[in-house]
């Protein structure tokens, strides 16, 4: 139950300070992320094509905000694959 709390507690502090930030303007970043279509083939075998290159947006937060991952989360995993 204290965890509980206090993961929620943790939640409506990194709310609060998304939205201090947002006010000023420094709530969100960008980041180059690499993209990757898997395609599956014939005889279960995949081709994985690059598709470029693209900047994501992202929340400066502990959790993700707003439908935005976290940047530090982001910023570790920059390859997605569709």
């Not at 300070?17 to 709530?27: E, F, I, N, P």
């Not at 959790?63 to 694959?81: D, I, K, V, Y």
């Amino acid at each position: 139950m204290v965890l509980a709390a206090s993961l929620a507690l943790l939640y409506a502090g990194d709310w609060t300070v998304l939205r201090v930030r947002l006010s000023h303007g420094t709530a969100y970043r960008t980041v180059a992320v690499n993209q990757f279509l898997a395609t599956p083939l014939k005889g279960n075998k995949v081709e994985y094509d690059w598709t470029g290159t693209v900047q994501q947006s992202c929340s400066r937060s502990i959790f993700p905000q707003a439908g935005s991952p976290a940047c530090w989360w982001l910023e570790r995993h920059t390859t997605q694959w569709q």
